[in-house]
């Protein structure tokens, strides 16, 4: 398997307020199931995708930023 795009972490928000952050492969999962069983819905993998946003690292420690040297 080829990963195209980066292993970020992605979130996704359902219009009834539901809402799951993860990595691709759980968002996608978790977001058919809950149309499906939420709101007999089918979706794609790109549908999912299309409506997921990328997560910041919010939260978890993060290196403060190296002074710029230029
Ligand atoms: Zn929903």
Known sequence: MT???GTGRITVRC?????W???VESVVAATQEHG???HNME???DQVLAMAR????????REPEP???G
């Open 36 to 38: 499906r069983r939420t």
């Open 67 to 69: 002074p710029t040297a």
């Open 54 to 61: 990328p997560v910041d690292d919010v939260g978890e420690s």
């Open 43 to 45: 979706s794609t993998r």
């Open 21 to 23: 952050a993860g990595d």
């Open 3 to 5: 990963a195209s795009h």
């Open 15 to 19: 219009a009834c307020g539901w809402e």
